[in-house]
């Protein structure tokens, strides 16, 4: 999730759950709900360094943990001579930062969650990295309630709940319904893609990612013996998926400059981070070039932050150079 709806989601908790808070409370929770974005910074050293840091440590189980026993203590610092329970501040702050930890899951990116201890990334693949339906719902949830105060006081009349309760609950508790209605669609676009047989050949592995604006698109790819394929899926109300559709690309067939550009360093790294990797391979002047990038980045026709491997093989199959690039950035002679 963006930086914003995290933001968003941190303040409605606090307003939904915590309504006789402090103000020390809602800047721990507002930091603990966003500070492990700071890995975002890392696009700055490049491709490799961002590919390393941004969801991994910070989103790790441990780095989650460091976060919450870190923004306990600014918010019981912030509180001075007056803070609340220590129990209260831990688990506003706990709340947050496993929200934001969830939020991230819940997406198609992966996070790292078991670090240092293994380089797996998960992802439940139900939400996209910016979903404007959460973002307007969370919206809604905190600004409505502001201007029905202002209204009511400008007539007298004195509300006695907490401020901002009832907006907030509503909020999240849509939001929670959507989230579940996201992953019935994308159990069910998995179930579209898993019966056929794409151009005579029936899939090994199939995923589906979400549309940002239509919860009834999902992007899905497939991989058979020899095929990648992408393909929309219209999951839900019905609709019928035709698997003449899809777009299918032969996978290289196995190669020594292949087999060698897989096993380098970037290479082993890439793949334990990408489900559905699509390997070219070129000849050079002297050597091959091999390019591994996701089928993910693909089916959404998306390349910003966007990662791949290249590998440069002489003529003889040794490594003349690997490294992580960004898509963009890709372009084979």
Known sequence: MDIATHALASYAL??????????????????????????????????????????????????????????????????????????????????ASLLHL???????????????????????????????????????????PELVRLVTSEIGVKDKAPRGRGGALVALSLITLYVGARAVLHGGSLAVLEPHSYHGESPHHVGSFPDALSIFTWHGVVETRSLLCIADVPAGLGKNFDPESAECSHKPDPSPELEAAQNTAVAREFLLAEPFPRAVVAKSSDGYEVVLRSMRDVAEDE???????????????????????????????
């Open 102 to 144: 969830v939020l991230d899951l819940l997406e198609s990116e992966g996070v790292a969650l078991l670090l240092p201890g293994r380089l797996t990334r998960f992802a439940m693949d139900w939400l996209p990295p910016v979903d404007p339906w959460i973002l307007a719902v969370l919206g809604a949830g905190i600004l409505l």
């Open 303 to 333: 390349i910003r932050r966007r990662i791949a491997a290249h590998i440069v093989l002489d003529g003889d199959f040794k490594i003349s150079e690997q490294e992580l690039v960004w898509v963009r950035d890709v372009h084979l002679h």
């Open 14 to 95: 606090a307003r939904g759950f915590f309504p006789r808070r402090r103000w020390p409370i809602v800047v721990g929770m507002l930091l603990a709900g966003t500070i492990a974005d700071i890995d975002l910074l890392s696009v700055l050293s490049g491709p490799a360094a961002y590919f390393a840091i941004r969801r991994t440590y910070t989103h790790s189980l441990l780095g989650t943990l460091a976060i919450i026993v870190l923004m306990a203590l600014f918010a019981r610092f912030l509180a001075g001579k007056q803070p609340a329970p220590v129990s209260t501040i831990l688990f506003a702050v706990a709340a």
